[in-house]
């Protein structure tokens, strides 16, 4: 609550351009994820492919202010992909969201700009071509 109240006090929480990201939580050592009876119900073994690991536990979701301020942040399950945990992430927000290339999604992206009123914002892979914005170029 108290997170909570700082954000809206410094106008954080309405700052137009955020970043979200996710992060693994881990809960105990994997090879102890057998004998765990504090989260079993809830946590979950996941694989984080960026540090080639395998975890037990949660991922975190970060919503981010440019300043640095944590605005938003929920515990969420560790087996989907970031891209289905992505609601959670923007719940409450308009405006333009950075992303990592988890969240690159084009027609997720498209449908975010007309429903929501979020541009979710991602960097290209590399073997992907680059969609310029604006009207699609005509042919003759």
């Known amino acids: 609550m108290i997170q909570q109240r700082l954000t ?4 954080q ?4 351009v955020q970043t979200i990201d996710t992060m693994l939580l881990p809960v105990c050592v994997y090879t102890r994820s057998q004998r765990d009876r504090c989260f079993k119900p809830d946590a979950d073994y996941g694989y984080c492919a960026a540090k080639q690991l395998h ?8 919503r981010i ?6 605005v938003h942040y929920a515990l969420l399950p560790t087996r989907p992909h970031d891209l289905q945990l992505l609601n959670d992430l923007i719940d409450g927000f308009l405006g ?3 992303a990592d ?3 690159i999604d084009d027609f997720r992206q498209q449908e975010l700009a007309k429903k929501k ?3 979710l914002l991602t960097p290209p892979r590399k073997n992907m071509k680059v969609r310029l914005p604006g009207p699609a170029p005509q042919i003759q």
């Open 117 to 119: 009123g979020v541009e």
């Open 65 to 70: 202010a440019r300043t640095g301020m944590i």
């Open 101 to 103: 290339k988890g969240f």
């Open 96 to 98: 333009v969201l950075l």
């Open 13 to 16: 929480a309405d700052d137009a």
């Open 55 to 62: 975890y037990y536990g949660f991922k975190m979701g970060l």
């Open 8 to 11: 809206q006090v410094s106008g």
